[in-house]
């Protein structure tokens, strides 16, 4: 019996040890917290242009679209389509320059500004054209066969932080083209 007093004896101080010695190998921290913030990006779209101007040969009408990124969006690449119903007849003054043609289809296209829109405190106003040329020898056929029809712009913007711009190319035109 005082044998087996003796084993538990040991066994117990064993385990009073391991325990004090875990006591020493172990130890822990207060919490860390991550906070994340969501960007924004808002554009919009306003135009400078007289409603039912007259067309004529020669014709130069004042259409002036302008998208604007308004103050603290995020980094962006930005896109207009144009539907000009009125081509070849009526030429817009797009300057290539300032924006690449990335997709044609019939009288839509859609074009994406050259550079990156960056991080501004302050909105940043983009002009897509600012006139409407009609030909000289325009004939009155030719004249007759404008009669209703429009130029339609849209803007898309999307973000650039994590994109590629052939993406960001690809996401601007199915946004465009799918009804």
């Known amino acids: 019996m005082k044998k087996k007093l003796s084993i ?19 130890d822990s921290t207060s919490a860390v ?10 554009i919009t779209l306003t135009e400078t242009y007289t409603q ?4 004529y040969p020669g014709a130069v009408i004042d259409k002036t679209p302008v998208v604007t990124v308004l103050a603290n969006s995020e980094p962006s690449y930005l896109y207009v389509m144009v539907d000009n119903q009125l081509s070849p007849h009526g030429v817009l003054n797009i300057i290539p320059a300032n924006w690449v043609s990335i997709n044609v289809n019939g009288t839509k296209t859609i074009y ?5 829109v960056p991080l501004s405190a ?3 106003p983009f002009t897509v054209f600012s006139t409407v040329t009609f030909g000289t020898g325009l004939t009155k056929t030719e004249l007759a066969t404008l009669q209703g029809k429009d130029i339609v712009i849209k803007a898309y ?3 650039q932080a994590g994109v590629d711009q052939s993406v960001a190319d ?10």
């Not at 039912?52 to 067309?55: E, G, R």
């Not at 994406?112 to 990156?116: F, T, V």
């Not at 690809?170 to 009804?179: E, G, R, V, Y």
């Open 8 to 26: 538990l004896a040991v066994i117990a101080i064993l385990a009073v040890a391991s325990l004090a010695t875990l006591a020493y190998l172990t």
């Open 122 to 124: 302050s909105a940043q």
């Open 112 to 116: 994406r500004y050259n550079s990156i």
């Open 170 to 179: 690809a996401a601007a035109i199915t946004h465009f083209t799918t009804p």
């Open 157 to 159: 913007a999307h973000q």
């Open 33 to 42: 917290t991550n906070t994340f913030t969501v960007g924004d990006l808002d």
């Open 52 to 55: 039912n101007s007259k067309i």
